[in-house]
């Protein structure tokens, strides 16, 4: 099992950057696929960036491509969102999730159905 604690959301302007961090502990984190969601008040959540467990793949939600990038550290069990040239419609609730099904290769983001663990999430609001 693994928790999983974010940290980093706040208050910014349209244009600023932001980046979240997501601590887990727990065994075999490197063994984690990782991803980044996103719900806005009413509606549903979405998935913003996956992580593949050796942090040599991601994808990306279309909404966020060529602005967000996520990484992690499997040394200090670690995962991060660097948000850039944020945006009014990026305000929502960001959550650091982990699926436990094993590692390997992502070539598209997991679905929130596909994840096992979430972490209580941060609030990013972008004001205009």
């Known amino acids: 099992q693994v928790q999983l604690v974010e940290s980093g959301g706040g208050l910014v302007q349209a244009g600023d950057s932001l980046t979240l961090a997501c601590a887990a502990s727990?065994?075999?984190?490197?063994?984690?696929?990782m991803g980044w969601f996103r719900q806005a008040s009413g509606k549903e959540r979405e998935s913003v960036a996956t992580?593949?467990?050796?942090?040599?793949?991601?994808a990306y939600g279309d909404s966020v491509k060529g602005r967000f990038t996520v990484s992690r550290d499997n040394v200090k069990n670690t995962v991060s969102l660097q948000m850039n040239s944020l945006k009014p419609e990026d305000t929502a609730v960001y959550y650091c999730?982990?699926?436990?099904?094993?590692?390997?290769?992502?070539?598209?983001?997991?679905?929130?159905?596909?994840?096992?663990?979430w972490g209580k999430g941060t609030q990013v609001t972008v004001s205009s």
């Open positions: 992580i593949s467990g050796s942090g040599r793949t991601a």
């Open positions: 999730a982990a699926d436990a099904s094993g590692p390997g290769a992502v070539l598209t983001t997991r679905s929130p159905a596909t994840m096992d663990y």
């Open positions: 727990g065994h075999s984190f490197s063994s984690y696929t």
